[in-house]
């Protein structure tokens, strides 16, 4: 066994080559690939565990867990899989909306409580709002994306903050 300064690992020393082969895909000394043990981190971290018990659980120090966590290649893989839980979220979402826009809607009109019609009102509210919001996210995306593929880049500069009647503004000089 000899010292190596890269090891992720706590351990103070590294198998030689010949020892190490069994467990060869938990190496990557450049940091690109993501080990198995990589892998497990990432999924029990996207399911809200702790560091310290992800680490645990993926038998890794917290210290190690940490340096993993670090690394680009685990970043963007943690990025893409965040995206991706989000998308599915979204979709089965998107699935329920109509039998539960037709729940708040049968509320709306014949609730014999006034205050669950108004509840379920400001929820119909609530989520055309939201759709319309998610409507103009999407359509911005889009100029963006075509700005992004022709270069050009937009001179936009918001409009100034509204004076507010009876505020004092410092100027720092």
């Known amino acids: 066994m000899t010292e190596d300064p890269n090891n992720d690992d706590d351990d103070i020393l590294t198998p030689s080559p010949e020892q190490a082969a069994p467990n ?60 991706d839980l989000a998308e599915n979220v979204r979709v089965r979402l998107i699935a329920s909306m109509n039998p539960a826009v037709d729940v708040i809607n049968d509320l709306v009109a014949g609730a014999e409580s006034e205050r669950v019609q108004l509840a379920a009102a400001a ?24 700005l992004q593929i022709t270069g050009v880049v937009p001179a936009w500069n918001p409009p100034p903050i509204p004076e507010v009647p009876g505020q004092v503004h410092h100027v720092d000089g």
């Open 24 to 83: 060869a895909a938990d190496a990557d000394a450049d940091g690109d690939n993501l080990s198995p043990k990589d892998m497990r981190l990432m999924e029990l971290l996207l399911e809200g565990v702790t560091l310290v018990r992800a680490a645990s659980l993926t038998g890794i120090s917290e210290r190690t867990a940490s340096r993993r966590k670090k690394r680009p290649a685990f970043q963007a893989a943690f990025r893409s899989a965040q995206r």
């Open 123 to 146: 929820i119909a509210i609530k989520l055309g709002t939201l759709a319309a919001q998610t409507d103009l996210e999407d359509r911005l995306d889009a100029v963006e994306a075509k």
